[in-house]
């Protein structure tokens, strides 16, 4: 177990510009998530894949994000003409799908920071 | 949707102290429950889960908790608090029967321990 990887751990843009994230689950796990933290609050989902489909978003996804797994292994998110209020810790994390719900193996995050 | 509330936002304690900490869920279905922790500088761990059977679940590090169903609550317990528990800790839901493992989380407690 090599644990969750995220790449880059921070990110500085300018506002206006794209930003690609990527992650690299725990090679065993089909389930890969994305969600969001800002200081003072948890972890709030943005998005699921099973293998390759992403088969939920939330309504905090805004068409400018969007997240892709195109062969069922590593994962990127996007946001693109970034706005402040997109500066967050983007957190993925990865589990195992069962009868029951398998808990999230957590990778470090990107902290992004617009200015 | 489901919502998660812990009630405290810092607890300072000292070494040897005892510790419980506040979660409340608002789903009236089946859940599966979980605490993560997150040690300075590093990612979110699993500490502990219920998914079902016994109430009271142990954890890793002598960490215990207890789902009250009447309640709607999943409060973690710690007999003797060590200064290496200080972290921030989340607790999670995952309503059922959707088995995406999507977990809700609280907005975490920051736990202080005092040598």
């Known amino acids: 177990d090599t644990g969750v990887s995220q790449d880059p751990r921070h990110k500085i843009t300018k506002r206006g510009q794209n930003v690609t994230f990527r992650c690299d689950p725990i090679s065993e796990h089909n389930r890969l998530y994305w969600y969001r933290q800002t200081l003072g609050q948890g972890p709030e989902f943005l998005t699921y894949?099973?293998?390759?489909?992403?088969?939920?978003k939330s309504r905090l996804l805004s068409d400018r994000f969007s997240a892709e797994r195109p062969k069922g292994s590593f994962s990127t998110l996007e946001i693109q003409r970034t706005e402040q209020g997109d500066s967050a810790m983007y957190l993925c994390a990865s589990s195992a799908s069962g009868r029951y719900n398998s808990p999230l193996h957590f990778g470090n995050g990107t902290r992004l920071t617009v200015t | 949707a489901q919502s998660v509330s812990q009630h405290n936002h810092h607890v300072i304690l000292s070494e040897a102290a005892s510790l419980e900490l506040g979660c409340n869920y608002s789903y009236g279905g089946t859940v599966n429950l979980f605490w993560y922790v997150q040690y300075p500088g590093q990612h979110l761990q699993l500490l502990l889960k219920y998914f079902s059977g016994d109430p009271l679940v142990k954890g890793i590090k002598g960490f215990e908790a207890e789902f009250i169903k009447s309640k709607f609550s999943f409060n973690l317990r710690k007999p003797s608090v060590q200064w290496s528990d200080t972290a921030e800790y989340f607790c999670?839901?995952?309503?059922?029967?959707?088995?995406?493992?999507?977990?809700?989380f609280g907005d975490g407690t920051t736990l202080t321990v005092k040598p």
């Open positions: 999670a839901v995952n309503a059922l029967p959707s088995n995406a493992g999507k977990s809700t």
């Open positions: 894949f099973q293998n390759e489909a992403q088969l939920e």
